[in-house]
């Protein structure tokens, strides 16, 4: 369970202070798929960095399993996104000289797992790239790069995927593949999946939908109706 | 495997090309270290294992006129004692020989040795063919070296004429023991019987001959016989010493060569230190994505940091091991470099263990040392910059870094000190080097200022290079380093070869004398003065009578020194003088205290007239009183005059001391003549032959091959020095081609930029071409510069030569610098123009 508490960010622009998010408060239950949707510059990506730990809240409290992120020094945030939290990038951000399978290794190894090598193979093959491992980032597609992204998000087995304009880059038959992607991760191994989107299609999937604009939830977060 | 350990060798292998000079810079720091401390401990082993074969004897008495009786009894005693077993006497004296033959032309100096049955006591002469053992050489025969052979067109059976008696050559001397090392010789070796020496007339009173008495002595009473002998025999102008004295100061000696030679490796090791600095900071820059990424995925900073560092150890390893390589590929080599040594003794050149230890130790530190301070930005990196570019908050001060930092500095102090072997060299060298970067970057500030007016020139590429000279985070103070070290120390020693060659030349000049005749007797004066005016069709030369004299007391002003003991104490006057008297002050001297003598023979007490140097050293006036010991015969003679020497001109000779004619009426003395003999070398040598033939006795130093010799050593000298500064210059190339490599991805999207706005890829080549031909000029500059001040400083303070300027090397130094640089620049950033525009600004 995630749980928000007059979260909000303030940071300097010049010498002037700017509010990119005002005070917030939410709960996401496990397992919950979420859309976070607005306009560009509404704070959503601001929001789900907080959510990962990769950025502090000015104020407020995020509670992941009842632990106050907060609190957390970097190397513990760290550690707990290894843990818990797989994040997909809008622009992929593979590391570039690793392979497609050393991408998605890099979390496991973190971790010490020892199964890494056989896991990491049978991520490749659940985002159809069984025969690409072998690949630099720069040798593959867009999609191809988001499906790599994907399936390093899922190295750990994290109980939480965010994920920030998955589908931004792409041309939107392959946006759709990796949406279908998304969805049935969350289905299959019932992990909480919080995205931002401008794809109102896409919002329209999820069980619930968060709508920011100017830093401020325009109301609290709805489900979706189906 | 360990993540960390994993991480690191998938990094090296996707960036070792960007990093391939990473570890050159190291190989070649370690490269100089280990080889010139292997070459150092090879001698310095073989040295150990045959020291006392270097001397033949366990101690050696010697002495340059007949051993007195008083060293002669106290030896008979020590034999009586027990504490002497063994005795062989040797005489080493310079002279001439030449061929019986009449048919073969020619004559050679050479270092004759008389030695006795029991020579050697320990080592082994080494013939080319057979063994040697003394009945080789009794009754006339003579060993000599395989060049006197070939110089004088002789074989083995061929007979030459030593002194008054003709000699059998019976072998040839492949390695002698007792050589003394580093001696200088006027001649190659010719040994013959002691008991022969006599008969050839040479040691005739005058000669320069060298007494020595070589000394067997059971093992444990050696230390207490030499202290014994040394204090007895203090007051007998004979020098005592044990062949573990020499071995322990030639082990000093080559000590502190081992600990400066390593500082020249360390100096080009830690250039290649700042080049492996400048590049982990580029390369940290370049990986901040990678490095978000890897802490978005949930490494903590400590493990980002031990993977950067584990890349970092890996390549200071790879490259000190390369190093190392290279060092036994040049070891390899040296054999043939210093085949001279090996006349002596046999060494094994090979790489040893304590100095690739050492060589791997300090370049794996230096490697560690100049990348943790840059590498400590990772820790900097947020991961939120995935999501959005943030504007970095202002910089808090950064204790650990600076702490980092300071423990850095004082360990590179400590590797300096280490290497030296010397707290106060290291920080001495530390200090000099932080001098030296300091300077270096002041000059090139005020050079790169100095350059800033041509940023509003009329031409588009040259106000752009201008510009990029002075970007933000632009290389040239590095580039400026390391490419100006490099200049300073070839350009320096360049124009300092060049001075001092020019300063033989000066003294070889046309109208110089170029031959000495030494050791005339007084009965040969007219005789020899005909026979060379006959020779050269020239008026006979003058002749200088020249006496062989110690100091041995001075009753002064302001010194008082009452035996041989005390004045031997002071530096320099204690060894022997060669003096003369006359009746006129010569063309090269001036008189600067007192009055010269009126032309007549002194009546009374002697005069004598002393070089400045010892008013200057020793506070020695006019009006002191001086005794001197002139082959056992003491004059006592008062300072009259004080003389200044122009020693550049040395036509008439330089005396230190020039008595009042008077003073050695009756004593023993011989003549000395300087001419200027025909230039041709045939008629040189047959003036040599026939000097030779008529005057056995007097020996022909021909100057201008012992010109050509010195000049050979400064050519050599400064040859090894230009290929130490040839090593810093690669060194600051490597940095050039990193730095540009490094910033190049900057560069590329200037120029897709440029040329989207209309730039052709010529107008952008001729920017690259301006920036660092206007960066290599500079960099020229400031080490042409301090070329200037190193090459004046060493001739006018080491060296006492008049300096002159050498224009045309700072010219074309700054020039080629200059060209080099721009090449280097343009062929590195070869990507920068081949880029089609599109593609580079998608990529961003």
């Known amino acids: 369970m995630i749980e928000l508490r007059g979260v909000s960010k303030v940071v300097m622009s010049g010498d002037q202070p700017l509010t990119i998010l005002h005070p917030l408060n939410f709960t996401i239950a496990s397992g919950d798929c979420v859309a976070i949707v607005g306009p560009s510059g509404s704070g959503k990506s601001t929001l789900l960095g907080l959510l990962a730990g990769l950025d502090a809240p000015t104020a407020g409290t995020i509670a992941i399993d009842g632990v106050d992120i907060t609190r957390l020094s970097e190397d513990e945030l760290a550690r707990l996104r290894g843990e818990k939290i797989g994040f997909v990038f809008q622009s992929f951000h593979l590391v570039p000289s690793l392979t497609a399978l050393e991408n998605i290794l890099v979390p496991m190894e973190i971790a010490g797992r020892r199964d890494a090598a056989a896991r990491g193979k049978q991520l490749l093959a659940e985002v159809g790239l069984a025969d690409r491992g072998h690949h630099y980032p720069s040798q593959l597609s867009g999609g191809e790069q988001q499906r790599v992204a994907i399936a390093r998000a899922l190295a750990n087995d994290p109980p939480i995927i965010l994920a920030d304009e998955p589908t931004g880059n792409l041309d939107s038959q392959t946006g759709r593949v990796i949406l279908d992607l998304l969805i049935g991760v969350h289905k299959t191994r019932r992990s909480t999946l919080i995205l931002v989107t401008h794809d109102r299609e896409l919002a329209d999937m999820t069980d619930y939908r968060l709508t920011l604009r100017d830093g401020r939830a325009v109301e609290p977060a709805v489900e979706v109706a189906r | ?105 020619g004559a050679r100096m050479v270092e004759l040795r008389a030695v006795q049955a029991p020579f050697p006591f320990y080592g082994t002469l080494t013939l080319s063919q057979g063994t040697y ?232 530190l230096v490697s560690v040392l100049f990348s943790v301070v840059p590498l400590l930005e990772v820790r900097l990196v947020k991961p939120s910059l995935l999501l959005r570019q943030d504007i970095p908050p202002a910089a808090k001060f950064d204790w650990l870094k600076w702490s980092v930092t300071g423990s850095v500095a004082a360990a590179l102090v400590g590797i300096a000190a280490w290497q030296a072997g010397s707290l106060r060299v290291g920080l001495w060298l530390s200090a000099g080097f932080v001098a030296t970067a300091f300077v270096l970057q002041v000059a090139g500030a005020i050079l790169v200022r100095a350059v800033q007016p041509l940023r509003y020139s009329r031409s588009f590429a040259l106000r752009q290079a201008v510009l990029h000279i002075a970007r933000p985070g632009n290389q040239t103070r590095v580039i400026l380093l390391a490419v100006g070290l490099g200049t300073f120390f070839i350009l320096g020693v360049r124009s300092l070869q060049v001075n001092l060659l020019r300063d033989f030349s000066v003294q070889a000049g046309e109208n110089a004398p170029d031959m000495f005749l030494i050791d005339i007797q007084s009965d040969q004066r007219d005789a020899l003065a005909a026979f060379v005016a006959s020779e050269t069709g020239k008026p006979a030369p003058k002749l200088m009578p020249v006496l062989r004299a110690r100091v041995t007391g001075v009753e002064g002003q302001q010194v008082e020194l009452e035996s041989y003991e005390q004045v031997r104490g002071r530096g320099g006057l204690g060894r022997e003088f060669t003096v003369t008297y006359r009746s006129e002050l010569e063309a090269n001297e001036s008189i600067i205290s007192g009055a010269w003598w009126a032309p007549t023979p002194t009546a009374g007490e002697a005069e004598v007239s002393i070089e400045e140097g010892f008013l200057e050293r020793l506070r020695l006036q006019v009006g002191d009183r001086m005794r001197f010991d002139v082959l056992g015969r003491v004059i006592t003679a008062r300072v009259t005059s004080i003389r200044r020497v122009d020693w550049q001109d040395f036509r008439s000779g330089g005396f230190m001391f020039v008595f009042r004619p008077g003073a050695f009426d009756g004593a023993p003395q011989t003549f000395i003549s300087t001419l200027q003999a025909p230039a041709s070398p045939e008629a040189r040598a047959r003036l040599q032959a026939g000097v030779a033939a008529r005057f056995p006795n007097v020996s022909v130093i021909d100057l201008r091959e012992i010109l050509q010799t010195i000049q050979g050593v400064v050519r050599n000298v400064s040859t090894a020095v230009t290929v130490v500064g040839a090593l810093v210059l690669l060194s600051g190339i490597l940095i050039l081609v990193g730095a540009v490599s490094m910033t190049k991805f900057r560069r590329v999207y200037e120029a897709a930029i440029l040329k989207t706005l209309g730039a052709s890829g010529r107008l952008i080549a001729t920017m690259l071409v301006l920036e660092y031909g206007v960066l290599g000029a500079i960099a020229g500059t400031v080490g042409a510069l301090g070329a200037i001040v190193l090459s004046w400083g060493v001739a006018t303070y080491a060296l006492d030569l008049p300096w002159d300027p050498t224009p045309s090397i700072t010219i074309v130094g700054i020039v080629a610098t200059s060209l080099l640089v721009a090449a280097i620049g343009v062929l590195a950033s070869l990507d920068v123009l081949r880029n089609k525009p599109l593609s580079t600004l998608r990529a961003e």
């Open chain 2, 1 to 105: 495997m360990s993540f960390v350990l994993r991480m690191a060798l998938r990094e090296i292998r996707s960036s070792w090309r960007r990093l391939l000079f990473f570890f050159v810079c190291i190989a070649i720091g370690v490269g100089s270290i280990v080889a010139l401390r292997s070459v150092i401990q090879s001698v310095r082993g073989a040295l150990a294992r045959e020291s006392r074969s270097l001397m033949a004897a366990d101690l050696l008495i010697t002495s340059n006129r007949p051993f007195t009786q008083a060293v002669n009894d106290a030896v008979a005693r020590e034999e009586r004692a027990g504490r002497v077993t063994g005795r062989a006497d040797a005489v080493e004296v310079s002279t001439m020989v030449r061929p019986v033959d009449p048919a073969k032309p």
């Open chain 2, 133 to 364: 053992s003394h009945a080789l050489v009794e009754n006339r025969g003579a060993l000599v070296r395989p060049e006197l052979l070939a110089q004088l067109n002789l074989s083995v059976g061929d007979s030459i004429q030593i002194g008054s008696e003709p000699f059998e050559i019976r072998g040839v001397i492949a390695s002698e023991p007792g050589r003394r090392l580093g001696a200088f010789s006027l001649g190659s070796r010719v040994i013959i019987d002691y008991a022969d020496l006599a008969s050839t007339g040479l040691l005739a009173f005058g000669s320069r001959s060298n007494m020595q008495m070589m000394l067997r002595v059971p093992g444990p009473q050696l230390e207490e016989l030499e202290t014994d002998l040394r204090a007895g025999l203090a007051n007998e102008f004979a020098g005592v010493r044990s062949y573990r004295r020499s071995e322990d100061q030639i082990g000093e000696n080559l000590t502190r060569a081992e600990n400066y030679l390593s500082l020249v490796g360390l100096v080009v090791l830690i250039l290649g230190g700042i080049g492996v600095s400048s590049v982990t900071r580029v390369f940290v820059q370049q990986k901040i994505r990678s490095i978000a990424i890897l802490k978005c995925v949930g490494a903590t900073s400590a493990r980002v940091l031990a993977i950067y560092m584990g890349q970092i150890l890996l390549l200071g390893l790879a490259g000190s091991m390369l190093g190392v390589v290279m060092a036994g590929a040049v070891l390899a080599a040296v054999p043939s470099f210093v085949g001279d040594l090996t006349a002596m003794f046999q060494v094994d050149y090979g790489l040893t263990a304590p100095a690739v230890v050492q060589g791997l130790g300090v370049g794996v």
